[in-house]
């Protein structure tokens, strides 16, 4: 099986120029997906993870280079056990097929967050991902699992004062900061997309969104297509990226 297509949509030979090179999504509405149709919130969690796998290929087909999800908050442990539970299964069967496919399938994939307090077995998925990924260049899925951005950004500076303590870091900048948050080395998202209906960041990527642009959708993450990605990219073209700049002086 193939780790992103199970359902492959096609770009249909549309145009790339004005294309984000990385996008990022929180995955919302699976819950809700799922008490629309009567069947328990893991259900909905399911059906999100099948459409991460349509999405992921569908960035890859149409030249993203990055794509990033929110999959599991430093908050969500705060969830019923066995939706927490059943969250991992997912993470761990994914991870799992990932090991099995992304060799054949040249993509790279990373986890950002926390990893720490998760299953042994989940640690061992993440590192042989990595290990995998490390190999290969090409378009990288990034899933965050017990991440918040907080969190990231504490963790980045308290390494970087022990670093900076033992004499291995210098100057404290931007761009040497970013080198100790989950990021390092990729570039910042262009484009945030969050479905679900809610317009707010929750605690995800708040370094690396200084810049990006917002797209909002009431769409449930399950119900989220190729053509809703598409509508998000055609209002993204429309934005105007002044980075603090003005155009014309
Ligand atoms: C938010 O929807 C979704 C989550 C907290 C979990 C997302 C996890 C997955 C899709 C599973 C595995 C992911 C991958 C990438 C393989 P919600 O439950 O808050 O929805 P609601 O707002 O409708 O209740």
Redesign the pocket.
């Known amino acids: 099986m193939d780790l992103f297509t199970k359902k492959t949509e096609k770009a249909g030979g549309r145009e790339t120029s004005g294309l984000p090179r990385h996008i990022a999504i929180i ?7 799922a ?1 629309k149709r009567g069947l328990p ?1 893991t259900a ?3 059906a ?2 099948e ?2 796998r349509r999405i992921a290929t569908y960035c890859k087909n149409i030249g993203v280079d990055y794509l990033t ?1 929110y ?3 430093t908050e ?1 442990w705060k ?1 019923p056990e066995d939706e927490v539970g059943a ?1 991992m299964k ?2 761990d069967k ?1 991870l799992r097929e990932a090991v099995a496919t992304m060799a054949r399938d040249r993509i790279r994939m990373r986890v950002f967050g926390d990893i720490s307090c998760l299953s042994p077995e989940l640690q061992r998925l993440v590192a042989e991902t990595e290990e995998i990924s490390s190999h290969y260049e090409g378009f990288q899925a990034n ?1 965050c699992i017990n991440y918040g951005g907080r969190d990231e950004i504490i963790n980045a500076a308290r390494r970087y004062a022990e670093d900076y303590a033992a004499g291995r870091a210098g100057a404290l900048t931007e761009e040497s900061f970013g080198a100790y948050l989950y990021s390092a080395g990729i570039p910042d998202p262009d484009l945030l997309i969050r479905p ?1 209906g ?1 317009q707010r960041i929750s605690n995800f990527l708040l370094w690396q969104c200084a810049y990006s642009e917002f797209y909002f959708t009431d769409v ?2 399950p119900d989220f297509t190729g053509a809703e990605l598409d509508k998000a990219i055609a209002e993204y073209r429309r934005r105007d990226r002044r980075f603090g700049a003005v155009k014309n002086p």
């Open positions: 995955l919302d509405g699976n819950g809700r997906w008490k919130r909905g969690h399911m999100g993870s459409t991460f999800v999959a599991f908050s969500n969830r969250i997912l993470l994914y899933i679900g809610e449930l993450w």
